[in-house]
């Protein structure tokens, strides 16, 4: 082995000539120039295709305005979408808020339909088509009576569970086709009220009222919500607690979504025996 080769690992490597410096300096500018050519390229095709994302996201179809879809598109439909969502809805993280049940308004065995105030000063109450109503029943957990027996009543709470009524009422005229009202009917709650000034009894400075909320959306009002994706309009694939519903980023939208749908709501009995839901304007808040 001459003194002009070199030994790597073992291997004997004859030597290159060295070649000129000029031919050097050619070949390391046409190798930048390539090397920029494709960085250049890859830039534009990752444009290209963030383009495309933002697009597809941007213009949401029916195939992917949510991850759920209902396999009936009736009342059956209606159920399934309360099965699906209700179970994100938490009192605490052990306990689900409320069992979501649909009643159906067409069953000749269990006569039932809901009337609400008539947009004239008459003060009638006008019925809501059977055909083109769903109605759902909101039964808190932890009690006898359908009212929320864990945790501790409050206007965060209250919000929660308006957003849940939204929420069935926007997958409802999604995938509803003859739905044109929903009803959400929310678990029975209680005002308390304190004494001021002079009380009547030093032991009675508080006063505690049953109250029978329920919500009421319309499709119209809705529609613009159902062009694109629920989670524009609500955001979090699971709802926020009850802790955090105040500070979601959707609360005050739905606070004034869900305020001029509010009603009281009562039931009574009609003459043929038949129950009938009340649904009444709230006093001036």
């Known amino acids: 082995m001459s003194a002009s080769d070199h030994l790597i690992e073992g291997a004997a490597i004859e030597s290159v000539p060295a070649r000129p410096r000029a031919q050097r300096t050619r070949e390391a500018h046409r190798f930048r120039l390539a090397f920029a050519v494709l960085v250049l390229?890859?830039?534009?095709?990752?444009g290209v295709a963030l383009a495309l994302g933002g697009k597809s996201r941007t213009h949401a179809g029916t195939s992917n305005w949510s991850v759920f879809r209902p396999a009936d598109g009736g009342t059956q439909g209606a159920q399934e979408i309360a099965d699906y969502l209700a179970p994100y809805y938490r009192a605490n993280p052990s306990t689900q808020l409320a069992v979501v049940t649909v009643l159906d308004l067409n069953n000749p065995n269990n006569p039932l339909q809901v009337v609400v105030p008539s947009s004239g000063s008459s003060g009638s109450l006008l019925p809501l088509p059977a055909s083109g109503t769903i109605v759902f029943n909101l039964c808190g957990t932890g009690s006898g009576n359908c009212s929320i027996g864990v945790g501790t009543p409050?206007?965060?709470?209250?919000?929660?569970?308006?957003r849940e009524a939204l929420e069935l009422a926007l997958y409802?005229?999604?995938?509803?086709?003859?739905?044109?009202?929903?009803?959400?009917?929310l678990p029975p709650g209680r005002t308390v009220q304190g004494c001021t000034g002079i009380c009547p009894k030093p032991q009675a400075r508080t006063t505690t009222t049953?109250?029978?909320?329920?919500?009421a959306f319309d499709r119209q009002e809705l529609q613009p919500w159902l062009n694109q994706p629920v989670r524009a309009l609500l955001p979090e694939p699971i709802p926020p607690t009850v802790a955090q519903m105040p500070a979601a980023s959707e609360a005050e939208l739905v606070s004034v979504i869900t305020a001029h749908g509010l009603f009281q709501e009562h039931v009574e009995t009609a003459q043929d025996g038949s129950s009938v839901i009340v649904l009444s304007p709230m006093p001036p808040q």
């Open 41 to 46: 390229l890859c830039l534009a095709s990752l």
């Open 154 to 162: 409050s206007a965060a709470r209250l919000l929660l569970l308006r």
């Open 172 to 185: 409802t005229f999604k995938y509803i086709s003859a739905a044109e009202t929903v009803v959400a009917i």
């Open 210 to 215: 049953p109250v029978n909320l329920a919500l």
